[in-house]
């Protein structure tokens, strides 16, 4: 027994095991640092987890009942499906509820895909304010009229209706169809030097925007100025997109949009200054700025008088916009319609021979375009079809009670789509195909149901130069229809859509320009 517990009390642990064995365990810096510091750690990461907690709080409570996600990715949201918005996505959107919501770096958004709430949120400007994309102000200055609500802005609109008057057309479509005569002769140039099919995008943007700074401008902005505005504006119409970087940091899409607008309004302002300098002279009026400058001169004119060389400069910037963008997107989808619908291709050209009685050298007039009413139908369906801008965001001024059961909360972004409007098949049968001749009938429900043609918006802030756009889309098709033909050369991404502010063929629209077989 002796000999047991002598044994037993010299039984001790190897010194292995005992407390030096555990410094050889691997612990976390953050376990063993000073009480202070873990104090200071364990505080922060409870912050931020009760901040991403809340904000999934608020995600919820805004939303509500509303159709959408019921957990938002913290922080971005639906920032990553933002950055490459496809039709099928915004499609998904729209079809999942007449409201629906989501959120893109705690932005929270409603979208509504009927007509209902989509006109609802265009004609109410006490509740919700145009905002176009949240970079827009940015990148357009928050002091741009089209920014304005209320009766400063009526007041505003009321002065530039009169930039779209018909005397005020009949000045710009010399303009119009000089350049795209211009264009249409360089295609064929191009084309006899290199046949093959060339995208035609860029093409088309280059002409528009000549067309537009030539119309808005005229002689008063140089070749040097219009060349550079041209290729800078790109940058400006892809920072456009509906959502981006919310931080205008160097080197981000926004940022240098902002550089480009800061280029553009210079060479703009400076324009400006010389129409006023040629209209005190006397002279006669040869683009928008002349007319404006003109009009404020008359006696039976009475609204504002003293708009500033910047005041005018935005103006025509926010036209260039409006204008370069949709005007683009509408065209591009024109000739793409035509060259995949050969008899609409060939009625046009019918009445084309018929109203210019084959004197295909002299410019076009309104007047001839007034005895073109299936290229009018054409053109309206081509963008119902295929809508240049298929929505608008507002945001809203103080809670929005747009539903019965909802409400959107102040300082949420709200955003009317106009493609289900474009597309509902009880207005528009067959709302996929292009029929022109759905715009001929004054009884058919096309014509009867104004209320769903939201190509061009609604309400105070309905786009101001629709006429102008619709006129200028039909007119190079005019032009075109009758001095040549093409081809379309069809890829399997033809019939998708590539979203950079409006809608365009994802290949570019490959096309193959020849002069017209006058003898065929």
Known sequence: ??????????????????????????????LSAPAGSAQWLYTTIAIVLALLALEQSVYRYKKRHLPGDNWTIPIIGKFADSMKPTMEGYMKQWNSGALSALSVFNIFIVMASSNEYSRKILNSPNHAEPCLVHSAKQILRPDNWVFLTGKVHVEYRRVLNSLFTR?????????????????????????????????????????????????????????????EIGEKYWAITVALELVNFPLALPGTKVYKAIQCRKVALKHLENAAAKSKIAMAAGKEPECM????????????????????????????????????????????YGIQHLADHPHIFNK???????????????????EQLDEMPYLRAFV????????PVTMVPYKTTKAFPIANDYTVPAGSMVIPSF?????????????????????????????????????????????????????????????AVALMDWEHIRTEKSDKVQIIATLFPQDGCLMKFRPRNFSA
């Not at 047991?4 to 810096?29: K, Q």
């Not at 710009?172 to 060339?198: C, E, F, H, M, N």
């Not at 309206?380 to 809508?387: A, H």
């Not at 009938?441 to 130069?465: E, M, R, T």
């Open 167 to 227: 005397k005020a057309l009949g000045i710009y479509v010399g303009i119009q169809d000089q350049i795209t005569r211009k264009y249409i002769k360089q295609w064929l140039a191009d084309a006899a030097a290199d046949p093959s099919a060339k995208p035609i995008m860029m093409t088309c943007r280059d002409l528009n925007m000549e067309t537009s700074l030539r119309v808005f401008c005229g002689s008063h902005i140089d070749d040097d100025a219009a060349r």
């Open 289 to 332: 700025l002349d007319h404006w400058v003109r009009s404020m001169e008359e006696p039976t004119y009475k609204g504002r008088k003293d708009f500033s060389d910047l005041e005018m400069a935005m103006v025509v910037f926010s036209f260039l916009f409006a204008s370069q963008d949709a005007m683009s997107s509408g065209l591009i």
């Open 380 to 387: 309206r369906e081509s963008l119902r079809v295929k809508p």
């Open 419 to 479: 493609y289900n409007s474009l597309h509902d098949p009880e207005v528009f049968p067959e709302p996929e195909e292009l029929l022109p001749e759905r715009w001929l009938d004054p009884n058919g429900s096309a014509n009867q149901n104004p209320k769903n043609y939201l190509v061009f918006g609604s309400g105070p802030h309905k786009c101001i130069g629709l006429e102008y756009a619709m006129m200028n889309i039909a007119l190079v098709l005019a032009d």
């Open 348 to 366: 046009i050209r019918e009445e084309q021979d018929r109203v210019r009685a084959g004197d295909y050298d002299r410019q076009i007039t309104l």
């Open 1 to 30: 027994m002796a000999s047991l517990r002598e044994r037993s009390s010299s039984a001790v642990l190897p010194s292995f095991t005992a407390t030096d064995a555990f410094e050889h365990i691997p612990v976390p810096s953050f």
